[in-house]
């Protein structure tokens, strides 16, 4: 077995659970929070810094670079792993949400999608054979299958649309995938709908080897809404596998996804507000250009390790930021991943100690302050 997970400890009081994930490139231990990598590099970092911060597994994403190398030139580099130097394990998404956030320049039917190219305008189409055949190129270890996401707002008509096609296109690209050295994600849809997502993991667990993942979430709807969506769907989670919500990265969202069974989180938020000055801690956000900082010299969050915390004050990082210099937001975004990073163990440690549903209550309390 190339891939396998470990459950290690399930917390008594609330049912999270600490497991590893085992992969060609090496061991993931959950909950994580994977740093996303859009076109092959987590924007500003180096892989060394990455590995120094405490990540296991970073992600790419198969519509970027479908564009920009293209998957047949990342392929004869050897790969993602050797064309980005990285020897973790690594997650491609399939492009299904870079598609659907093209609303106004695609058309999607039962074939699959035509787009333009957000780079130059060029027309393009995706099949669910398509997206293996580029991510299998790319070389990532888990890889996600095609499927349809619908915005937060969508009838209850169109979702189930949006489901079953998503599910058509499950059986094609599980029929396309043969490399068994990359581990295929379904993807369970079903919008904001309670029968809708518990049709849609019933219909989706078939397809699960050695991981299932939660989409079209995080895409505009309330908490208590996403979080109800998972309450639905725990009850149907196998043990034997990690469960990946996808696009999730805020510290509220991740406390509140493990205390309902996720394994795995991604988003490119931290390092998006970080290069627009904001700083994650465990008290909420806090957005550094402001002017209350200015003679502030204590680091961005006490007690943090961060390479930029134990060098800087937030009144240095101020200045950077707002006189636009890059080091501004690369010691952000060192910052708000390691504060992820941190924040995992935190969690990890908690439910070592059976405690995980006090923690989440603490958390809550001192983070909306």
Known sequence: MKFSYEVKKVCKQTGARIGVYHTPHGDVETPVFMPVGTKATVKALSPHELKEMGSQIILSNTYHLYLRPGHDLVKKAGGLHKFMAWDRPILTDSGGFQVFSLSGIRHVDDNGVEFQSCIDGSRHFFTPERAMEIEEALGADIIMAFDECTAADTDKKNSEIAMNRTLKWLDRCKNYHKNDTQMLFPIVQGNMYADLREESIKRTLPYAECGIAIGGLSVGEAAETMYSMLDVLRPYYPDNMP??????????????????????????????????????????????????????????????????????????????????????????????????????????????????????????KNYHK
């Open 243 to 364: 469960r990946y919500l996808m696009g999730v990265g805020s510290a509220d969202y991740i406390v509140n996804g493990v205390l309902r069974g996720i394994d795995m989180f991604d988003c490119v938020l931290p390092t998006r507000i970080a290069r627009n000055g904001t700083a994650m801690t465990m008290n909420g956000d806090i957005t550094i250009r402001n002017a209350t900082y200015k003679e502030d010299f204590s680091p961005v969050e006490e007690g943090c390790d961060c390479y930029c915390c134990r060098n800087f004050s937030r009144a240095y990082v101020r200045h950077l930021i707002n006189t636009g210099e890059i080091l501004g937001g690369r010691l952000l975004s060192i910052h708000n991943i390691r504060f992820l990073h941190r924040l995992t163990d935190r969690i990890k440690d908690a439910i070592y100690q059976d405690r995980y549903g006090d923690f989440v209550q603490d958390f809550m």
